[in-house]
Protein backbone atom coordinates (compact mmCIF):
# COMPACT_ATOMS: atom_id res chain seq x y z
CA UNK A 1 0.00 0.00 0.00
CA UNK A 2 1.59 3.26 -1.06
CA UNK A 3 1.09 6.47 0.84
CA UNK A 4 1.22 9.88 -0.88
CA UNK A 5 1.62 13.39 0.71
CA UNK A 6 2.30 16.25 -1.90
CA UNK A 7 4.00 19.71 -1.07
CA UNK A 8 5.12 22.98 -2.19
CA UNK A 9 2.04 24.40 -3.32
CA UNK A 10 1.37 28.53 -3.00
CA UNK A 11 0.84 31.64 -4.50
CA UNK A 12 2.64 32.86 -7.07
CA UNK A 13 2.15 35.78 -9.62
CA UNK A 14 1.95 34.53 -13.47
CA UNK A 15 5.43 33.92 -15.34
CA UNK A 16 6.93 32.83 -11.80
CA UNK A 17 7.52 29.22 -10.80
CA UNK A 18 6.90 26.46 -8.13
CA UNK A 19 8.32 23.65 -7.26
CA UNK A 20 5.83 20.76 -5.82
CA UNK A 21 6.70 17.85 -4.43
CA UNK A 22 5.28 14.20 -3.14
CA UNK A 23 6.35 11.91 -0.66
CA UNK A 24 5.62 8.03 -0.57
CA UNK A 25 5.64 5.49 1.42
CA UNK A 26 6.00 1.48 0.55
CA UNK A 27 7.67 -0.98 -0.24
CA UNK A 28 6.89 -0.94 -3.51
CA UNK A 29 6.93 2.74 -4.62
CA UNK A 30 10.19 2.00 -7.19
CA UNK A 31 7.99 -0.01 -9.04
CA UNK A 32 5.10 1.69 -9.67
CA UNK A 33 4.28 4.57 -12.52
CA UNK A 34 3.84 8.58 -10.64
CA UNK A 35 1.63 10.99 -11.82
CA UNK A 36 0.83 14.35 -11.08
CA UNK A 37 -2.97 15.76 -11.44
CA UNK A 38 -4.91 19.21 -10.97
CA UNK A 39 -8.68 20.11 -10.86
CA UNK A 40 -9.89 23.59 -10.86
CA UNK A 41 -13.10 24.80 -9.34
CA UNK A 42 -15.87 23.64 -11.18
CA UNK A 43 -14.06 21.37 -13.79
CA UNK A 44 -12.81 18.03 -14.23
CA UNK A 45 -9.95 16.39 -12.44
CA UNK A 46 -6.63 16.17 -15.21
CA UNK A 47 -3.41 15.13 -15.93
CA UNK A 48 -0.32 17.18 -15.78
CA UNK A 49 2.53 14.74 -16.21
CA UNK A 50 3.53 11.18 -15.66
CA UNK A 51 6.68 8.72 -15.15
CA UNK A 52 7.48 5.64 -14.99
CA UNK A 53 10.06 3.28 -13.20
CA UNK A 54 12.78 4.10 -16.62
CA UNK A 55 12.13 7.63 -15.71
CA UNK A 56 10.55 7.96 -19.33
CA UNK A 57 7.72 11.44 -19.40
CA UNK A 58 4.50 12.37 -20.66
CA UNK A 59 3.06 15.34 -20.51
CA UNK A 60 -0.42 17.62 -20.96
CA UNK A 61 -0.18 19.46 -24.10
CA UNK A 62 -1.24 22.40 -22.04
CA UNK A 63 2.00 22.02 -19.79
CA UNK A 64 5.12 20.74 -22.61
CA UNK A 65 8.03 23.08 -22.09
CA UNK A 66 6.86 24.72 -19.20
CA UNK A 67 6.68 21.79 -16.24
CA UNK A 68 9.37 18.91 -15.99
CA UNK A 69 8.42 15.62 -13.84
CA UNK A 70 11.13 14.39 -11.96
CA UNK A 71 11.27 10.96 -9.55
CA UNK A 72 13.96 10.44 -7.16
CA UNK A 73 14.25 6.70 -6.33
CA UNK A 74 16.27 7.16 -3.40
CA UNK A 75 14.25 9.61 -1.87
CA UNK A 76 11.04 8.22 -2.41
CA UNK A 77 9.84 10.95 -3.85
CA UNK A 78 8.49 12.65 -6.75
CA UNK A 79 8.87 16.12 -8.06
CA UNK A 80 7.25 18.71 -10.79
CA UNK A 81 9.00 21.67 -11.34
CA UNK A 82 6.51 24.51 -12.82
CA UNK A 83 8.59 27.82 -14.29
CA UNK A 84 6.88 30.37 -16.60
CA UNK A 85 3.32 29.43 -14.42
CA UNK A 86 0.11 31.24 -16.00
CA UNK A 87 -3.31 32.20 -14.11
CA UNK A 88 -5.10 29.08 -15.80
CA UNK A 89 -2.62 26.77 -13.94
CA UNK A 90 -4.30 27.78 -10.90
CA UNK A 91 -5.53 24.65 -9.34
CA UNK A 92 -4.96 21.50 -6.69
CA UNK A 93 -2.75 19.66 -7.77
CA UNK A 94 -2.53 15.49 -6.55
CA UNK A 95 -0.03 13.09 -6.61
CA UNK A 96 -0.87 9.71 -7.52
CA UNK A 97 0.43 6.47 -8.43
CA UNK A 98 -0.26 3.32 -10.10
CA UNK A 99 1.29 -0.55 -9.83
CA UNK A 100 -1.15 -1.39 -13.32
CA UNK A 101 0.76 0.26 -15.82
CA UNK A 102 3.83 -0.30 -17.33
CA UNK A 103 4.59 2.92 -19.39
CA UNK A 104 3.84 6.58 -17.97
CA UNK A 105 0.17 7.57 -18.62
CA UNK A 106 -2.39 10.77 -17.71
CA UNK A 107 -5.43 8.32 -17.71
CA UNK A 108 -6.76 9.33 -14.61
CA UNK A 109 -8.56 5.67 -14.62
CA UNK A 110 -5.33 3.85 -14.24
CA UNK A 111 -4.50 5.23 -10.81
CA UNK A 112 -4.88 3.70 -7.59
CA UNK A 113 -3.22 6.00 -4.95
CA UNK A 114 -4.02 9.41 -4.76
CA UNK A 115 -2.57 11.99 -2.24
CA UNK A 116 -4.92 14.63 -0.49
CA UNK A 117 -3.25 17.92 -2.85
CA UNK A 118 -2.02 21.43 -2.68
CA UNK A 119 -2.85 24.50 -3.57
CA UNK A 120 -1.20 26.20 -6.56
CA UNK A 121 -2.89 29.64 -7.17
CA UNK A 122 -1.27 32.07 -10.12
CA UNK A 123 -2.55 35.45 -9.99
Known amino acids: HVQLVESGGGSVQAGGSLRLSCSASGPTYSSYCMAWFRQAPGKQREGVAA???????VYADSVKGRFTITRDHGKNSLNLQMNNLKPEDTATYYC??????????????????WGLGTQVTVS
Open 96 to 113: AATPRVGHPTIAIRQYDY
Open 51 to 57: IDITNTT
